[in-house]
Nanobody, 121 residues
Framework: QVHLVESGGGLVQPGGSLRLSCAAS????????MGWYRQAPGKQRELVAD???????KYVDSVKGRFTISRDSAKNTVSLQMDNLKPEDTAVYYC???????????????WGQGTQVTVSS
């Protein structure tokens, strides 16, 4: 069983910053990538950013230049530094890990419970 726990969400004014963190624990045989998705009310869940075990990163266009993803592979943690936040960034942010729980398990996505980010004046 893989457990992901997010922290760092909250309320921030436009132009402000927040840092989200996620720690993975449990039975983790291998990790291909970790990342962050978000889901705003009435919208589909979308990939915000992810980072592979090799350090390659990917961002959705709307956050490029404002968000930075980082990872500590040894600790299985991932963080998302969010700067210059905008009201349209308001959403529930979910941490995800793509990997195997054991050598016999298929590669799959594991999800955290989500943390609310609200950008409002």
């Amino acid at each position: 069983q893989v457990h992901l726990v997010e922290s760092g969400g909250g309320l921030v004014q436009p132009g402000g910053s927040l840092r989200l963190s996620c720690a993975a624990s449990g039975s983790i045989f291998s990790t291909n990538a970790m990342g962050w998705y978000r889901q705003a009310p009435g919208k589909q869940r979308e990939l915000v950013a992810d980072i592979t075990s090799g350090g390659s990163t990917k961002y959705v266009d709307s956050v490029k230049g404002r968000f930075t993803i980082s990872r500590d592979s040894a600790k299985n943690t991932v963080s998302l530094q969010m700067d210059n936040l905008k009201p349209e960034d308001t959403a529930v942010y979910y941490c995800t890990l793509r990997g195997r729980a054991t050598i016999t398990y298929p590669i799959q996505n594991y999800w955290g419970q989500g943390t609310q980010v609200t950008v409002s004046s």
